[in-house]
């Protein structure tokens, strides 16, 4: 897809999205992968094990300066997936409406099935250090973080979401990805978010 195609598809999955600060898509100013190795951002790695449905996740890695989320099973390396973050990447989460994705560890606390984002695993941030900073800053530290696909209208663009930070905070994959990683990962598994 030529880029202009790609960036106008792009700003259009923002620009529906619903968010008053979800308008404008930023484009990543390096490729977090070699955009022609693979079609999808489902990667094993050399030394990654098989994903066994038998078993749930032990815990979600998160590289935001990779854009890379990476699942663990029974203690070993399964699936990495590339993803598209908040819009502004670098730096820690403050306040709401900062359009950044919080960096820590945290728990997947919660499953929403009919997420208007195909799936949303909920991230428990804030924690109650992201508490302490907002209070002491005088403003709110937001919420509302997610691991989640895309929404029904725009699940088109798939792969493509990825060329850009879109989100308000939250961590996107294509509906496929999500699928997976929600098969995989039950309530509690710890997620760990890394700049």
């Known amino acids: 897809m030529p880029l202009t195609l790609l960036v106008s598809a792009v700003s259009t999955v923002a620009l529906m999205v619903g968010h008053a600060d979800s308008t404008r898509a930023v484009t990543k100013a390096t490729a977090p992968h070699p955009a022609a190795a693979v079609a999808d951002s489902v990667a094993k790695t050399a ?67 009919g997420s208007r984002y195909h799936r949303a695993l909920r991230i428990s941030y804030p924690d109650s250090a992201h508490r302490a900073r907002a209070r002491a800053l005088g403003v709110s530290p937001g919420g509302d973080i997610m691991i989640h696909g895309l929404p029904a209208r725009q699940a088109w663009v798939g792969p493509a979401h990825r060329d850009f930070d879109w989100t308000e905070g939250c961590i996107a994959v294509t509906n496929q990805e999500i699928e997976e990683i929600w098969s995989a990962v039950p309530v509690g598994t710890p997620i760990h978010i890394k700049p």
């Open 47 to 113: 030394t990654a094990a098989t994903l066994d449905a038998r078993f749930p996740a032990d815990s979600i890695v998160v590289e935001k300066s990779a854009h890379r989320l990476a699942l663990y099973q029974r203690g070993k390396l399964v699936r990495t997936y590339f993803v598209a973050l908040g819009q502004r990447p670098i730096g820690d989460k403050v306040s709401r409406g900062d359009r950044r994705t919080p960096e820590g560890r945290f728990l997947i606390e919660a499953r929403n099935p």
